[in-house]
């Protein structure tokens, strides 16, 4: 070894800010200056870590000019600044403290995460916006099956038509049939209604011709019928611009089911508020024959009205029902001589053909509703699966604001975490499903009110991620419960119609009414009704003058028969599974609906 | 004559290691005493080396340390300065120990099948 600088000579140190000050850098010639200042440069290293290499490339370049040779040599010598600066550069950040491998580390993999995300967001996005939905089936077409393949001869939405264009009721007296008459009117309510009866004639006579008919064979689509607007415009008092008229719907069009107007059953309603208080006319003018004609036509509207299939007309179907029921039972309590034996048991033989909650309730509509809702919003692989696409974005944009139908592109992101399609179809026909076995339960073997079909399709979407994922479901989602509700409710009014016609031709046989409901049993009644509170047979108590018929209510206490004295209380008491207490003791009255204990 | 940059990689540190293990040196002393030990078969530039140390020390294999050389500056100017010392630690000399078995392994097997004719790597001879 030659021209070797001593190296057994002074104090030790970790670090070149020791007692003795290093050499600088600037105290080399200027080429090896810049070399070492070039080095350092791209090393990018931290601070301390550069006066390091600084001080110690000087301390090398100082002892080759010490040795003799000369800078341009010592900088041949030393290769390449930019390879030497990034091979230090490495060698340094492996003496690096560990928490910063760790901290580097954990930089890599986010940068490494928020790479791969945006590349699965940019593929999906892709996908979404060239995946394109596929229409299998056109819903209008579906819904109206049934309908189209009535005769003309047959159907009843024809004369229904005719009855509300002849009608000539102005807004004021239509609200009155509306409103004012779902009691039995009083003599001066009477006075009121009979000009209004006599004028209407014809319509009341083409209703019952209609009832009559086998079917509604109303056909559904997207027009508003215009005959039938401007009548509305007319009767309304011409308030705001008249009605316009739309093309006729072609069958090449494929709409969606969503928004199919169902524009029958305003008029029918009319029609059965029409019916309702001519029979409450023909009880007060002791026309039996007219009441059991309307009574029958209500109960045929009410089967009509079930078609074309969806919950909603289910719903109408039900309430004219329960106006059927009603009419019958204040008819039974106002003149109870009033209806035949023959003219009791046909219509008994009518309401007991309604059947139970089951047959009352359809949920194949809103299958149709939810499944076109899918055929138009996802792809279709052939094998009941597809994503969400951005047509159907615009579609659920178009839904929520018809006015501003453009789909954000956020839609491209969040449809990342939408459930897929085959995913939502089961999620919702099974709920569906569960909802139409439920109806098979009596009320009062239902379990808790978390067990059942609604709660748990809730409680799937406790999650924020569960909510975005099934959001389709939770807005098109029909309220289960309450359909449930409505439809065992209007068995239990059905059945109490029933038992009160047994109870008159019982007390017509026997004269006297009799003291409990077994006596009616079999002779008057297959069976005793049960009550929806606890599963009992419904209650029956004598009184001056006559009898009560009820149910505990909601809350299952037994008040005597006393009804509930305002209306939210009579409400909470039909809620059949909810632990709302009234404000006073009371049961929900079946007969008489205006009876003789209340408060 | 040069040696192939792959083979340099393997032969570099063990050569430092071993010139450590004699004693503590620096930088220049380490770069000097390569090539001229070895005829400048295992020259290396400073780009090269500095890094390898600072490798070497990072796996813990050998330790530096700032000590004061009393020699003169850079310029001349007199008075002492410092120099960044390696030694080589009890895990390196293990490194070392190692590395020579499988080196001498090496050695051997291109003996044995006539690459080379006598050992031609001899360290702290």
């Known amino acids: 070894m030659t021209n070797m600088p001593n190296s057994n000579s002074g104090a030790a140190s970790f670090g070149p800010a020791g007692k003795s000050p290093a050499v600088s850098a600037a105290s080399l010639p200027p080429d090896l200056r810049?070399?070492?200042?070039?080095?350092?440069?791209?090393?990018?290293?931290?601070?301390?870590?550069?006066?390091?290499?600084?001080?110690?490339?000087?301390?090398?370049?100082?002892?080759?000019?010490?040795?003799?040779?000369?800078?341009?040599?010592?900088?041949?010598?030393?290769?390449?600044?930019?390879?030497?600066?990034?091979?230090?550069?490495?060698?340094?950040?492996?003496?690096?403290?560990?928490?910063?491998?760790?901290?580097?580390?954990?930089?890599?993999?986010?940068?490494?995460g928020v790479v791969a995300l945006l590349l699965f967001v940019g593929i999906h996005a892709i996908r979404f916006y060239i995946g394109q939905p596929t229409l299998r089936f056109n819903p209008v077409e579906v819904m109206n099956r049934e309908s189209i393949a009535i005769p003309e001869s047959s159907r009843a939405w024809p004369l229904y038509r005719q009855a509300i264009l002849s009608l000539d009721l102005n807004d004021a007296e239509r609200n009155l049939l509306a409103d004012s008459l779902k009691n039995l009117p009083s003599d001066a309510e009477f006075a009121q209604i009979k000009p209004l009866l006599e004028r209407s004639r014809r319509s009341l006579e083409l209703t019952r011709q209609g009832a009559s008919r086998p079917a509604l064979g109303y056909i559904a689509g997207h027009t508003t019928d215009h005959e039938l607007d401007m009548k509305a415009w007319e009767v309304g008092g011409k308030k705001g611009l008249a009605p316009v008229a739309h093309p006729s719907e072609t069958s090449e069009e494929n709409r969606d089911a969503i928004s199919i107007l169902l524009t029958h059953f305003s008029p029918m309603r009319q029609l059965v508020r029409l019916l309702r208080a001519d029979s409450y006319a023909a009880i007060h003018e002791e026309d039996s024959r007219r009441l059991t004609e309307n009574v029958t036509?209500?109960?045929?509207?009410?089967?009509?009205?079930?078609?074309?299939?969806?919950?909603?007309?289910?719903?109408?179907?039900?309430?004219?029902?329960?106006?059927?029921?009603?009419?019958?039972?204040?008819?039974?309590?106002?003149?109870?001589?009033?209806?035949?034996?023959?003219?009791?048991?046909d219509l008994a033989h009518r309401f007991a053909s309604m059947g139970s909650a089951a047959d009352l309730v359809s949920l194949q509509g809103e299958r149709i509703f939810f499944d076109d809702f899918l055929q138009r919003t996802y792809t279709d692989d052939g094998n009941g699966d597809g994503r969400f696409t951005a047509e159907g974005a615009r579609y659920l944009a178009a839904?929520?604001?018809?006015?501003?139908?453009?789909?954000?592109?956020?839609?491209?992101?969040?449809?990342?975490?939408?459930?897929?399609?085959?995913?939502?179809?089961?999620?919702?026909?099974?709920?569906?499903d569960r909802a139409q076995a439920e109806l098979r339960v009596p009320p009062w073997q239902l379990p808790e009110s978390s067990e059942?079909?609604?709660?748990?399709?809730?409680?799937?979407?406790?999650?924020?991620?569960?909510?975005?994922?099934?959001?389709?479901?939770?807005?098109?989602?029909?309220?289960?419960?309450?359909?449930?509700?409505?439809?065992?409710?209007?068995?239990?009014?059905?059945?109490?119609?029933?038992t009160a016609i047994a109870i008159e031709l019982y007390r017509r046989n026997y004269r006297s009414l009799p003291t409990s409901l077994d006596a009616l049993v079999p002779s008057y009644l297959p069976a005793i009704p049960l009550d929806n509170a606890d599963g009992k047979p419904l209650r029956f108590v004598l009184c001056e003058g006559g009898y009560v018929l009820y149910?505990?209510?909601?809350?299952?206490?037994?008040?005597?028969?006393?009804?509930?004295?305002?209306?939210?209380?009579?409400?909470?008491?039909?809620?059949?599974?909810?632990?709302?207490?009234?404000?006073?003791?009371?049961d929900w009255v079946l007969f008489p609906r205006e009876h003789p204990l209340a408060r | 004559m040069k040696i192939e940059r792959e083979l340099m990689r393997g032969a570099g540190?063990?050569?430092?290691?071993?010139?450590?293990?004699?004693?503590?040196?620096?930088?220049?002393?380490?770069?000097?005493?390569?090539a001229e030990r070895t005829d400048g078969a295992l020259a290396m530039g400073q780009s090269t080396l500095?890094?390898?140390?600072?490798?070497?020390?990072?796996?813990?294999?050998?330790?530096?340390?700032?000590?004061?050389?009393?020699?003169?500056?850079?310029?001349?100017?007199?008075?002492?300065?410092?120099?960044?010392?390696?030694?080589?630690?009890?895990?390196?000399?293990?490194?070392?120990?190692?590395?020579?078995?499988?080196?001498?392994?090496?050695?051997?097997?291109?003996?044995?099948?006539?690459?080379?004719s006598s050992v031609a790597f001899a360290f702290g001879a």
């Not at chain 2, 001349?76 to 078995?101: H, P, V």
């Open chain 1, 551 to 586: 149910s505990l209510g909601a809350d299952r206490q037994d008040a005597g028969g006393v009804s509930a004295q305002n209306q939210r209380d009579q409400t909470l008491l039909r809620q059949f599974g909810r632990t709302s207490e009234p404000t006073q003791p009371a």
């Open chain 1, 34 to 112: 810049c070399l070492v200042d070039r080095v350092l440069k791209k090393s990018r290293l931290w601070r301390c870590e550069r006066s390091d290499v600084e001080a110690e490339l000087a301390a090398h370049f100082a002892d080759g000019l010490a040795s003799g040779a000369a800078p341009a040599q010592l900088a041949i010598d030393f290769g390449n600044p930019a390879s030497a600066a990034k091979l230090i550069r490495r060698g340094k950040l492996r003496n690096r403290p560990r928490w910063w491998h760790a901290l580097n580390r954990a930089r890599q993999a986010a940068v490494l």
């Open chain 2, 50 to 116: 500095y890094p390898m140390l600072y490798n070497l020390e990072a796996q813990g294999f050998i330790e530096g340390y700032w000590k004061e050389a009393g020699t003169k500056g850079a310029g001349g100017n007199g008075g002492s300065r410092d120099r960044k010392y390696y030694r080589l630690t009890d895990k390196g000399k293990k490194r070392l120990a190692e590395d020579s078995r499988q080196w001498e392994a090496v050695t051997k097997a291109m003996q044995a099948i006539g690459v080379i």
């Open chain 2, 13 to 34: 540190p063990v050569a430092v290691l071993k010139l450590l293990n004699r004693r503590e040196m620096y930088g220049y002393e380490l770069v000097e005493t390569l």
């Open chain 1, 452 to 498: 059942r079909a609604g709660a748990s399709f809730e409680r799937s979407l406790e999650t924020p991620l569960a909510r975005v994922k099934y959001e389709a479901i939770s807005i098109l989602m029909p309220a289960l419960s309450r359909v449930y509700t409505v439809a065992t409710n209007a068995v239990l009014e059905r059945d109490a119609t029933l």
């Open chain 1, 399 to 432: 839904l929520a604001d018809p006015s501003d139908p453009v789909a954000p592109p956020v839609y491209a992101v969040s449809s990342i975490v939408l459930a897929n399609r085959k995913d939502l179809h089961d999620v919702y026909h099974g709920a569906l």
């Open chain 1, 297 to 345: 036509a209500i109960l045929a509207m009410s089967v009509q009205a079930r078609s074309p299939d969806a919950i909603i007309s289910r719903l109408v179907s039900i309430a004219f029902l329960n106006v059927a029921g009603e009419v019958l039972r204040d008819a039974l309590a106002a003149q109870p001589d009033l209806l035949s034996d023959s003219q009791l048991r």
